[in-house]
């Protein structure tokens, strides 16, 4: 089940402080945007990182080193392997729509931030509320 996650912070860095706070738990997150507006910008700013998808690239790494071995290839099965998991992740995995994220940069105010999340799960929610306590 996948659900969108939307937390603003008062500072145009909280919410990539944030992100970096949930670096812990990739494989629960599918999607994020980092919305900000410094006070001294014009207008927000959105950075997407992509679709979070370390650990299926990291998988398809070993599973290609696994089977490069006997081949005596393991490097370059790595590499494919890698590849591989990189594009099924991509596949597969869905994505935060881009309504969601252009709604998000409408509703920013100058000097705040937002972080949109999609994730597998409401579990992560908790690392959040505790980074929330650190970032209001």
Known sequence: ??????????SPDGAEDALH???DRQAELWDAAVVSW????ALPEVRRPGRIVGDAVLGGAFWGLIT???????VLG????AGVGLLVA??????LADGTVLECR???TRGSSVLALLTDGEDVLDTLAAAG????
């Not at 089940?1 to 008062?10: G, L, N, P, R």
């Not at 306590?133 to 209001?136: F, G, I, L, S, T």
């Open 90 to 95: 991509c596949l597969t995995r869905p994505g």
């Open 68 to 74: 490069g071995l006997p081949l005596l290839a393991p």
């Open 133 to 136: 306590a650190r970032y209001p």
């Open 106 to 108: 409408r509703r920013v």
């Open 21 to 23: 706070l949930l670096h």
């Open 1 to 10: 089940m996948a659900v969108v996650t939307v937390w603003w912070f008062a």
């Open 38 to 41: 410094p006070p001294d910008y």
């Open 78 to 81: 790595a590499v494919v392997g």
